[in-house]
């Protein structure tokens, strides 16, 4: 089993920064991608971005070259920095993590901006 708590969330004017974060414990040494996605009030859960375990990153074009993912060297955090922040980037964002076979998801933490 592997554990998520995401934290760092919050209400942010437009064109502000969020930094995320999202602390893993378990078998947390058995995850090779960790990321985030995040959900908007009545659309589905999008992708945003993941950084695998060699530090390889991925991003959604929707934040390519606004937000930065990254991971701490013991590999059990991941981090999102997100800088010029829109409207249409208030959600719940959600830190996942996958081992062979399985996703965890964590409980989400809201980013809300306001215009």
């Known amino acids: 089993q592997v554990q998520l708590v995401e934290s760092g969330g919050g209400l942010v004017q437009s064109g502000g920064s969020l930094n995320l974060s999202c602390a893993g414990s378990?078998?947390?040494?058995?995850?090779?991608?960790m990321g985030w996605y995040r959900q908007a009030p009545g659309k589905q859960r999008d992708f945003v971005a993941l950084?695998?375990?060699?530090?390889?990153?991925t991003y959604a074009d929707s934040v390519k070259g606004r937000f930065t993912i990254s991971r701490d060297n013991a590999g059990n955090s991941v981090y999102l920095q997100m800088n010029s922040l829109t409207p249409e980037d208030t959600a719940v964002y959600y830190c996942?993590?996958?081992?062979?076979?399985?996703?965890?998801w964590g409980q989400g933490t809201q980013v809300t901006v306001s215009s």
């Open positions: 950084i695998t375990s060699g530090g390889r990153a």
């Open positions: 378990g078998r947390i040494s058995s995850v090779t991608v």
């Open positions: 996942h993590a996958i081992t062979a076979g399985r996703i965890y």
